[in-house]
């Protein structure tokens, strides 16, 4: 296709809450083609985390997604705040949601949650922890769990850990080696 097209003839956004925006898009695929409307999502950037204790666990965060209207099994993440770089809303983030500072934050990519409704990237990062705050005190609301490698799989396996871009860090994490996920089949 020519390099001028497709263009963007008009955007349009409602803001629906401090989190989430909706843009409307009219695209012109083609000279003279009718203008299409596509609405997208536009909110933050946000973090996933793939984090690893001293002794060899992985904090994973249990809480309730009214978007699910159930308690999800998630790894620590959150939106990266205005003026804030990824790197910094990672370490506040795991730092609020287990307890756990950060020693060493290796970045795992930067990636579109979904290319055809959202507008923002998802940064993952894999973060070797220190010891735990002693003081630590979970926001309301929020659980953690400290889980081995072996059990995230089982956890993944029967579906309890589901939520895909999270899966997708866990990925990276293991293709860049900072993590081993090996699943055996049952005999």
């Keep these: 296709?020519?390099?001028?097209?497709?263009?963007?003839?008009?955007?349009?956004?409602?803001?629906?809450s401090p989190w989430i925006d909706i843009i409307a898009r009219e695209v012109e695929f083609a000279p003279g083609e009718p203008g299409q409307v596509y609405h997208a999502v536009a909110q933050q950037d946000y973090i996933?985390?793939?984090?690893?204790?001293?002794?060899?666990?992985?904090?994973?965060?249990?809480?309730?997604?009214?978007?699910?209207?159930?308690?999800?099994l998630e790894l620590p993440a959150g939106l990266v705040d205005a003026g804030e770089d990824a790197a910094t809303a990672c370490r506040r983030e795991?730092?609020?949601?287990?307890?756990?500072?950060?020693?060493?934050?290796?970045?795992?990519?930067?990636?579109?949650?979904?290319?055809?409704?959202?507008?923002?990237r998802i940064h993952s990062f894999f973060v070797e922890t220190a010891e735990r705050q002693p003081d630590f005190a979970p926001e309301p609301g929020v659980r953690t769990e400290l889980v081995t490698p072996d059990q995230l799989v089982g956890l993944i396996m029967t579906g309890e850990f589901a939520q895909?871009?999270?899966?997708?860090?866990?990925?990276?994490a293991q293709l860049r080696h900072f993590i081993t996920l090996d699943w055996q089949p049952p005999r």
């Design 1 to 16: 296709m020519d390099e001028q097209w497709p263009r963007i003839k008009h955007r349009h956004t409602i803001a629906i």
């Design 164 to 172: 895909q871009l999270h899966l997708g860090a866990l990925m990276l």
């Design 94 to 120: 795991l730092l609020e949601e287990t307890g756990f500072p950060t020693r060493a934050l290796h970045p795992l990519g930067t990636a579109a949650p979904c290319t055809g409704r959202f507008s923002n």
């Design 48 to 72: 996933a985390i793939v984090a690893l204790t001293p002794d060899g666990r992985l904090p994973l965060v249990r809480q309730y997604r009214p978007a699910m209207e159930d308690w999800t």
